[in-house]
């Protein structure tokens, strides 16, 4: 009998455990006063118009972020689940996301897709110095008219990137400065959907190289400064 009410006391225990980490967990902007990370806004919708940008209802970015604009890092606190919102110029929401993040950490955060796609992603940096000499880029699938999974070479053909999926990013290459030259396929059909070049890179810089557009006649890709 002993036992029965040990093991039942042993199940509520675990059960009301499972429920804290569980109310903690799902909190919605579970701030952290004492730790800090940096954040970097990209607009990345061609058709959203100038936006603004609030995190835990504070205010970043105060309008005026047009298509292909970044801001630069802005150091504010961490935390779980904390909400984000992009704002056209009459206040109204164009999209939101949850940002998960840790003290010390960088992130950039587009505003991606248009219309009802509209949407908020978010990616790690890593701003490793780039070795001597060279540049450091990691391209970025932001696209809906694309194929959902693409291929990236370079002018010659090399491959630089292999079946990178919508909304997910490539990792990180050293490329040579100057201008890099590439060419995207679609995977599964194999069709060239475009042939781009990225200017002026600079040696011992980081960028992101992002590719947007809702459809074939507007696909375009743009690159964000991280140093």
């Not at 504010?76 to 992009?86: A, I, K, M, W, Y």
């Not at 070479?153 to 490539?170: M, P, Q």
């Amino acid at each position: 009998m002993k036992r029965n009410i040990i093991h039942n006391y042993i199940l509520i225990g675990a059960a009301l455990l499972v429920t804290v980490i569980c109310v903690s967990s799902c909190k919605k902007n579970d701030v952290n006063p004492s730790e800090t990370f940096d954040i970097k806004v990209v607009n990345a919708s061609e058709t959203s118009g100038p936006q603004s940008f609030t995190l835990v209802d504070k205010v970043l970015v105060t309008g005026g972020l047009n298509f292909t604009d970044a801001s630069d890092y802005i150091t504010t606190n961490s935390g779980t689940r904390l909400v984000e919102q992009f704002k056209n110029t009459n206040g109204s929401l164009t999209a939101s996301g949850e940002i998960w993040t840790d003290n010390g950490k960088r992130f950039t955060v587009y505003l991606v897709g248009e219309g009802s796609k509209a949407r908020v992603k978010e990616f790690e940096d890593k701003l490793t110095i780039p070795p001597s000499g060279m540049a450091r880029v990691k391209f970025l699938h932001l696209s809906d008219g694309a194929p959902s999974v693409v291929n990236i070479k370079n002018a010659n053909g090399d491959n630089l990137v292999t079946t990178l999926s919508e909304d997910t990013d490539s990792g990180y290459s050293n490329v040579a400065p100057g201008t890099l030259s590439i060419r995207i396929y679609g995977v599964a059909s194999r069709n060239n959907i475009g042939n781009f070049d990225i200017t002026d890179l600079q040696a011992g810089k980081i960028y992101s190289i992002y590719l947007t557009g809702s459809g074939d006649n507007n696909l375009s890709v743009h690159k964000v400064l991280h140093n």
